[in-house]
């Protein structure tokens, strides 16, 4: 399940190939089908229930053994088809849980993980001085449902952070029209950052890479740069990382399917 804009549809494809697997779009429009140069199925994002039932009467026709969602638009509703089919996949409340930066915040903080403090402005909220005089700085500034760090900004002073949450509503405005527009403040943190690739199966992580990102991570913006692996770190400092991502899981309620962290 993908969205037209998605830049990975085809790599999947030529992926499943190259395994023996058939593979077939479910996208919300002809354009997003065309990377297979087969039929595909036609659905609606905006709609998660009808985009349901049309994969389900697919599956009727043309049995379905797996369902990927390949964007973050897609995820929900992927998980969503997965458990009407009874096929092996996340809670679409847990995929949700994940994806929103507000929620995840909350469940790994409750988990007893270590997380920056935060506020959220919701999407009508109007922002005052007193409001923002309250923000500690430097802080970091979020939208909740956007990846690949788009919109993430960083504010050293109250004019900055002003600035940077003007600029966050403007990119979501520009955006799927049904993403939650809430955005999150954050405190910044400083120090060396890794990213990790698993694969959760049957609730079991199992570690692909670590990567170092070795460009300082200051801002005030976050661009996706270099990713080195492996890292030069210490045995116990891997340790703790790979354990974290593991307690961060299963407090998510994540139990099958590929983790970023």
């Not at 007893?112 to 500034?141: D, H, N, Q």
């Not at 400083?190 to 690739?197: D, I, L, S």
């Not at 692996?229 to 991502?245: F, G, H, S, W």
Request: hydrophobic share 40%.
């Amino acid at each position: 399940m993908a969205h037209p804009a998605s830049y990975r549809t085809a790599s999947f494809i030529r992926a499943g190939e190259r395994l023996g697997v058939r593979t077939v779009v479910a996208s919300n429009s002809r354009l997003g089908l065309s990377p297979t140069g087969r039929p595909g199925v036609e659905i609606d994002f905006s709609d998660p229930q009808s985009a349901v039932e049309r994969v389900r009467q697919f599956h009727a026709r043309d049995p379905i053994s797996a369902v990927l969602g390949v964007e973050d638009a897609s995820l929900e509703i992927a998980a969503s088809v997965a458990q009407v089919l009874s096929l092996k996949s996340n809670k679409p409340q847990a995929i949700q849980d994940a994806r929103l930066k507000h929620q995840c915040r909350k469940i790994l903080a409750t988990a007893g993980l270590l997380s920056p403090t935060y506020r959220v402005l919701e999407p009508e909220a109007m922002i005052s001085s007193e409001w923002l005089g309250e923000c500690k700085f430097p802080c970091v500034v979020k939208p909740v449902s956007l990846s690949g760090s788009r919109g993430v900004i960083r504010a050293d002073h109250v004019n900055e952070l002003s600035a940077a949450i003007v600029r966050v509503q403007r990119i979501l405005k520009r955006e799927n029209p049904h993403l939650d527009r809430s955005i999150l403040i954050e405190k910044f943190i400083e120090g060396h950052e890794y990213a990790v690739e698993g694969v959760l199966r049957s609730g079991e992580f199992q570690c692909l890479a670590i990567f170092d990102k070795p460009d300082p991570l200051d801002g005030p913006y976050f661009e996706e740069t270099i990713y080195l692996t492996p890292p030069d770190i210490r045995n116990d400092l891997e340790t703790d990382i790979l354990k974290t991502v593991v307690i961060a899981c299963r407090a998510i309620g994540l139990t099958h399917g590929p983790i970023h962290a």
